[in-house]
């Protein structure tokens, strides 16, 4: 994912101050940083090509990533489960994404410490 993210830096500027502030799970919620982190979730298949939350991309991560706890496999489905509605948000961007990608990391970020996650580790 680091290499992803790498690459969204070319096409949208942020400053050190931003991607620090987003390390720290902190969103700046500047144009740039918000379509930063929809570069990142396209390049993972978490937005679709239109600028939606792709819960399937989620869950497929989830399977991959936790196959060997239960626990924490079922809590990360409940947690993108969750933040589905992002995509009955308006937003101003049309399918570019960046107002989408602000609100799945805002709802990620808000709710993963109610269900188990230790974002500290992350």
């Known amino acids: ?48 090509e239109k600028g939606n939350y792709n819960i399937e991309a989620t869950h497929k991560m989830a399977d991959k990533e936790y196959a060997d706890d239960a626990t924490k496999m079922e809590n990360a489905k ?12 308006a937003v101003t961007d049309g399918e570019a994404g960046c107002d989408r990608g602000h609100y799945l990391a805002k709802c990620l970020i808000d709710n993963a410490p109610k269900m188990g996650f230790d974002l500290s580790k992350y």
């Open 1 to 48: 994912m680091l290499t992803k993210a790498l690459d969204c830096t070319k096409g949208n500027f942020v400053s050190s101050k931003e991607l620090q502030m987003m390390m720290n799970h902190q969103l700046p919620g500047t144009k740039n940083s918000d379509c930063y982190i929809a570069c990142v979730f396209k390049k993972v298949e978490w937005l679709d």
């Open 78 to 89: 409940k947690l993108f489960d969750h933040c589905k509605t992002v995509n009955d948000e």
